[in-house]
């Protein structure tokens, strides 16, 4: 039976890269329609896990669902938008251009195509910018552009690999406003990040370390569980909790 509330829910997901365990027996609900943060230290398992989403990751067990699928199925190709860390558009084109290539590869027809082209574009403030080659553009101008090659299908789920990397305050602003319009829109957005002043722009939190799942929470509930002033102090007091030795081990000493 296909849950409408959940976008994404991972069972005992286990992963091996280079012959090592990177995720080892991780749980994971990602509710719809929300902005989920997923963020962790560089190494924690991020783009592993969103891999494993979206059906790229090689040795991958356990179970995940997404969208009421098996992830990677068929049927979800054009349901899923995956934005990796590297930009995916040609820098040898204009924005117009990759996304018609894009529009191309979701399988739209002519003037659907170039709809979802116009709709595209405008989701991402790039109005003025059609003509443009992409590699001319700059930093937060190129992030809008694979934002808006991952949107072209429609995605009923985003999945962003830290879209906002690399990004000054107010461009890393602009788009998580951007994420929470698409958002409002009904889209799910699963979005990684190991800028912890980020997890207050989310609607939950994930946070990762040793490919673990150190809390499955809300920015307000991170605060006030832990007594911390912001959410990187937050995400240390968990580690600390986590790595303090118990009662009855102290006790034994
Ligand atoms: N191709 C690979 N071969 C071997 N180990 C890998 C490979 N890719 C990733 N790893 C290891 O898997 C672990 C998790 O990596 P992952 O890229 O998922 O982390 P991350 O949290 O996304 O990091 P970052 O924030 O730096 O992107 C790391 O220890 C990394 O060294």
Not at 123 to 134: F, M, N, P, S, T
Request: proline share 4%.
């Amino acid at each position: 039976m296909v849950n409408n509330d959940v976008a994404v829910r991972v069972r005992g997901l286990r992963v091996e890269r280079g012959g090592r365990p990177v995720i080892d027996g991780l749980d994971v609900v990602v509710p719809a329609g929300q902005v989920v943060g997923l963020l962790g230290p560089s190494g924690s398992g991020k783009t592993t896990l969103l891999r494993a989403v979206v059906g790229v990751q090689a040795a991958v067990t356990g179970d995940v669902t997404v969208l009421g699928e098996p992830a990677g199925a068929a049927g979800l190709r054009h349901r899923v938008g995956y934005v990796t860390q590297a930009a995916s558009v040609y820098t040898d084109l204009t924005v117009v251009q990759n996304l018609r290539y894009f529009a191309r590869l979701a399988g739209l027809p002519g003037a659907g195509a170039e709809a979802a082209v116009r709709r595209a574009v405008e989701a991402v403030d790039l109005g003025g910018h059609e003509k443009q080659r992409v590699g001319t553009l700059s930093g937060g101008e190129l992030s809008r552009v694979s934002l808006a090659a991952a949107l072209v299908g429609d995605p009923e789920l985003l999945v962003l690999d830290e879209p906002t990397v690399g990004l000054d305050p107010v461009l890393r602003r602009d788009l998580w406003n951007m994420f929470r319009r698409l958002a409002a829109d009904g889209r799910t957005l699963l979005v990684s990040s190991h800028v912890m002043d980020e997890a207050t722009r989310c609607d939950r939190l994930l946070l990762l370390r040793e490919g673990t799942l150190l809390a499955d929470t809300t920015p307000s509930e991170l605060l006030e569980s832990t007594g911390a002033p912001d959410a990187e102090r937050a995400f240390l007091t968990l580690i600390e909790q986590r790595e303090a030795p118990t009662t009855s081990e102290e006790g034994t000493r």
